[in-house]
């Protein structure tokens, strides 16, 4: 049997929610899984800017290994195809997706014995956070909590009148140094700030109160010490308000910056936009997204 998967991007912290919130974007990885004699093998149908591994070291592989393990049975003998929209070590969770992708097809392939939301558990936990792997699997913007024992989530409708704009440069950021830039302590202060942000942004989301979002979106968590990472952030920002985005974050652990925009702004924003972002180095890429609402799912011919 051959099964074929397609997984969008994800777009994680949202601003305040570090490592609870993500979103899902029309971006997308798709992974096929054939069935051969023995052994396995990976074929990169479409090359990115870093290699992606074809040996033991693949993350598609190893999630499909991690899975008939947890299942106890072997790992069948596979060719593995992957073709990646999702850019690499941009803060668009195309780790996710490959780990969200090796498990929805290993589960097909054994025959469906664990439902999407166990595998969404599954997920979280190899990623140790399911803001990235929740929208992934589901769809739309969902906040998470993972838990010792188990992932807890609620994934929320999107009003149909916003776009995501990607704001994507020519250099990479591994989630690894970026993560290691963060303090290991927080003053209550800005735990307050974030919390009280957090709750707002997802209330003002469900009641469409988009004029909360700029402060919403705020954060004192991750952005503030990640931004020596990503040359000219705070200016995009800045920018992209002025050409008319409701608010602003750095997606998960970046390098992409996210603008939110209506459709009713789309337009004019990104012919603003691109004009501003031609006067930056690094090259920054603009593109206008709408949020996926099906999540992960088996493609069927
Ligand atoms: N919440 C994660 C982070 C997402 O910001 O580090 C990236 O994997």
Not at 261 to 279: D, G, P
Request: net charge negative; aromatic share 8%; hydrophobic share 40%.
């Amino acid at each position: 049997m051959k099964v074929k998967v397609k997984v969008p991007a994800t777009s994680a912290n949202m601003g305040p929610g570090f490592d609870s919130i993500g979103v899902a974007v029309q971006l997308y990885n798709y992974l096929e899984v054939e069935p051969i004699e023995q052994g396995f093998e990976i074929i990169i149908k479409k090359e990115q800017s870093i290699a992606i591994p074809t040996d033991e070291k693949n993350l598609i592989y190893q999630t499909m290994q991690q899975f008939f393990e947890t299942l106890g049975k072997p790992m069948p003998a596979v060719r593995l195809t992957q073709f990646d929209d999702i850019p690499m070590a941009r803060g668009l969770g195309s780790s996710a997706a490959c780990i969200v992708a090796g498990l929805l097809a290993a589960n097909t392939l054994a025959g469906n014995p664990y439902t999407k939301d166990d595998l969404a558990k599954m997920a979280a936990k190899i990623e140790g956070h399911p803001d990235n792997s929740n929208p992934a699997f589901f769809g739309s913007m969902v906040t998470g909590v993972l838990t010792e024992k188990s992932m807890e989530y609620v994934r929320l409708e999107l009003p149909d009148d916003l776009l995501f704009a990607i704001i994507v440069p020519n250099f990479p950021v591994s989630t690894k140094s970026s993560r290691s830039v963060l303090p290991p302590h927080y003053d209550r202060q800005d735990v307050v700030y974030n919390v009280s942000r957090a709750a707002l942004l997802v209330a003002s989301i469900l009641t469409g109160k988009y004029e909360n979002l700029e402060v919403a979106m705020d954060d004192k968590i991750h952005q503030p010490y990640r931004k020596v990472l990503i040359p000219h952030m705070e200016e995009i920002f800045g920018n992209a308000k002025k050409c008319g985005a409701i608010a602003c974050y750095l997606s998960g652990a970046g390098s992409t910056l996210m603008a939110m925009v209506t459709k009713e702004h789309a337009e004019e924003f990104r012919n603003k936009m691109s004009t501003y972002l031609q006067t930056l180095p690094d090259d920054w890429q603009l593109t206008l997204l709408s949020a996926d609402k099906e999540g992960a799912t088996v493609v069927t011919e």
